[in-house]
């Protein structure tokens, strides 16, 4: 790896972007006998796999499967994710004695920190002869017959094959820019346009004081948009809602859209508050409720909720069947709007970005100009949360890999 370096220089593949789907492409093209050269405009490689699963880098998903990204072409994915599963990665981290452990959900994380990871591809690298230049800025893009020329701040730079693996927009801090859409857009690519994925909600107004309130308060819900559910934990913040299950819902929302809260996580409340009824006859409703969840959060919902505000005093005995079906048919179809995400600021993923339409699933190459590549998080393909977006840099990076 080196920080700029200088003077023309002709390669049989240029990689733009040293983050996971660039350097690990390099790698694979490089063990195939390809001369290959990484260059990024960042002083790091990597950050974000630095920085991923509070520092131990959520890798992969066992339960990867197509149905688990969003893209404009769902059928997209199937490819790649067939031909580089998660197990594929798994004995690259075998071979590398990396040692990982599942957590929640198919999640799997390092025993050790995500340097591992990131030591890992650029060990592949050197074993490949593959330069990394980082530092390294891109003025000009052009194609001239079968070669690409890539003027930069460090010389130019002529290749057979140009893969732009520089992201999406998510983490601006960390220098995420639209590098990847203006590419494509030059050669002719069209962009489904790119928002924030996996961003915690805001409110405002009055709600935005009440969930504030509550802020620190986590509980297990279903958070459903559309047709997509999600039952993980919800965190109230100051700004809004948080957690897992939201996360995960953000991706699919759209500005106006409700998101439906079920307290009750998918279990049947009418069922726990039956059960609650026989077991403890004499216990109040209010009781109940903070027997089952947090009891900031039960005050609060008594407080906008009438049946519960006239209701919470009496016994479960004295309820009618009726009383509390109403009840928990209220907590698990709770209604909030957003007035937004927190945006790119904070958001993990972007949703969005080069169109798959003329793309090759099976080798991420351009349909429109021969040569040209795009994998990672610019393509418009997003996974869910938990190591899907790492398997899709990995998968489609792979893919392309094998053609160049």
Partial sequence: MTTGGGGDMTVDALVIGAGAAGLFC???????GRRVLV???????????RISGGGRCNFTNIHTEPSRFISGNPHFVKSA????????????????????????????????????????????????????????????????????????????ICAARLIIATGGLS??????????????????????????????????GAKRKEFAALSGISCPVRAVVGEAAFEEAMLFTHRGLSG?????????????????????????????????????PKKTLLRALEERFPKRLVAYLAEKNLILSQQGGSRLAD???????????????????????EGWRTAEVTVGGVDTRDLSSKTMESRLVPGLYFIGECVDVTGWLGGYNFQWAWSSAWVAAQAI
């Fill in 26 to 32: 390099a790698a694979q093209a490089g063990s195939r």
């Fill in 39 to 49: 260059i990024d405009r960042a002083a790091k490689p990597a950050e974000k796999i």
């Fill in 81 to 156: 994710l067939a031909r580089y599963s998660p197990v594929e990665f798994l004995n690259l981290l075998k071979r590398h004695d990396i040692a990982w452990r599942e957590k929640t959900l198919g999640q799997l994380f390092c025993d050790g920190r995500s340097e591992l990871i990131i030591k890992m591809l650029f060990d592949e690298l050197n074993a490949s002869n593959v330069e990394v230049r980082l530092g390294v800025k891109v003025s000009e893009i052009s194609k001239s017959g079968e070669k690409f020329r890539v003027e930069t701040s460090h010389g130019t």
């Fill in 171 to 204: 983490i601006p801090k960390m220098g995420a820019t639209g590098f990847a859409y203006d590419v494509a857009r030059q050669f002719g690519h069209a962009i489904i346009p790119p928002r924030a994925g996996l961003a915690p909600f805001v409110f405002s």
């Fill in 244 to 280: 897992p299950a939201i996360l995960q819902a953000s991706s699919y929302w759209r500005e106006g859209e409700p998101v439906k809260i079920d307290l009750f996580a998918g279990a049947d409340g009418v069922q726990q508050f039956k059960i609650a009824k026989e077991i403890s």
């Fill in 319 to 341: 309820l009618p069947h009726a009383a509390l079906e109403e009840v928990a048919n209220a907590l698990s179809d709770w209604r909030v709007y957003p007035s937004g995400t």
